[in-house]
Nanobody, 118 residues
C-alpha cells in the first residue's frame, strides 16, 4: 500500500517561512520523481516544484528563488522550503510521486494547508 504523508503546513505571516515534508512508504522512493503541487480555492492544481531521481529540479517560474525542493532518499522524504511567503501562496499543498516504467505509477498525498496571512 502506497502512502504519501505531508506535514509542516500551517499559518504563517507574510514574509515568513515554512518547510513542508512528505514521507513516502510502499514505493522504491529513490527511483521516483517527487513533486509538490498546490491548489488554491477556485484555481486548478499547479506544479510548484519537482525533483527527479538523479536530483535535477524544476520550479514554477513564479516561485524560483523563494522555494527550494530537496530529497533524502535514506528517509524516503521530500522537502519544500518556502521563504518570503506571500498571501497568494495560500493553498493546499500536495505531494506527488511519479514513475514511468512499464506503466505509469502516479501517487498523491492528502494535502497540507498553507495559509499566509497577517
Amino acid at each position: 500500500q502506497v502512502q504519501l504523508v505531508e506535514s509542516g503546513g500551517g499559518l504563517v505571516q507574510p514574509g515568513g517561512s515554512l518547510r513542508l515534508s512528505c514521507t513516502a512508504s510502499g514505493i522504491i522512493f529513490s527511483v521516483y520523481t517527487m513533486g509538490w503541487y498546490r491548489q488554491a480555492p477556485g484555481n486548478q492544481r499547479e506544479m510548484v516544484a519537482k525533483i527527479r531521481s538523479g536530483g535535477s529540479t524544476d520550479y514554477a517560474d513564479s516561485l524560483k528563488g523563494r522555494f527550494t525542493i530537496s530529497r533524502d532518499n535514506a528517509k524516503n522524504t521530500v522537502y519544500l522550503q518556502m521563504n518570503s511567503l506571500k498571501p497568494e501562496d495560500t493553498a493546499v499543498y500536495y505531494c506527488n510521486a511519479f514513475y514511468l516504467g512499464g506503466r505509469k505509477y502516479d501517487y498523491w498525498g492528502q494535502g497540507t494547508q498553507v495559509t499566509v496571512s497577517s
